[in-house]
């Protein structure tokens, strides 16, 4: 198994940045993709973006140019670096983990997440 906690949540001004932070534990060496998703509440969860273990990336067109996601497989954490932040990006974030060796926008691949660390933006 592989346990996620996520960190670094908070409540910002637009124009603000937020890093947000996943420790994973447990079984890591099993995963292949790593990813960032949120849910704004009424709306279904989207991808934010994702990460392979060759350090391959991809961006919800949404946050291209203003997110950056990256890894630090030493220390075993994700991260999401969040740039001029918008009102729109208010969510929950979630961190997710795959394995085998697929790394697409389909959330079902991910066998494994965390909680989840509330993102506010005000205008």
């Known amino acids: 198994q592989v346990q996620l906690v996520e960190s670094g949540g908070g409540s910002v001004q637009a124009g603000g940045s937020l890093r947000l932070s996943c420790a994973a534990s447990?079984?890591?060496?099993?995963?292949?993709?790593m990813g960032w998703f949120r849910q704004a509440p009424g709306k279904e969860r989207e991808g934010v973006a994702r990460?392979?273990?060759?350090?391959?990336?991809n961006y919800a067109d949404s946050v291209k140019g203003r997110f950056t996601i990256s890894q630090d497989n030493a220390k075993n954490t994700l991260y999401l670096q969040m740039n001029s932040l918008k009102p729109e990006d208010t969510a929950m974030y979630y961190c997710?983990?795959?394995?085998?060796?697929?790394?697409?926008?389909?959330?079902?691949?991910?066998?494994?997440w965390g909680q989840g660390t509330q993102v506010t933006v005000s205008s």
């Open positions: 990460i392979s273990s060759y350090d391959t990336t």
């Open positions: 447990g079984y890591t060496y099993s995963i292949y993709c």
């Open positions: 997710a983990a795959a394995r085998g060796h697929v790394c697409s926008r389909d959330q079902a691949v991910f066998g494994f």
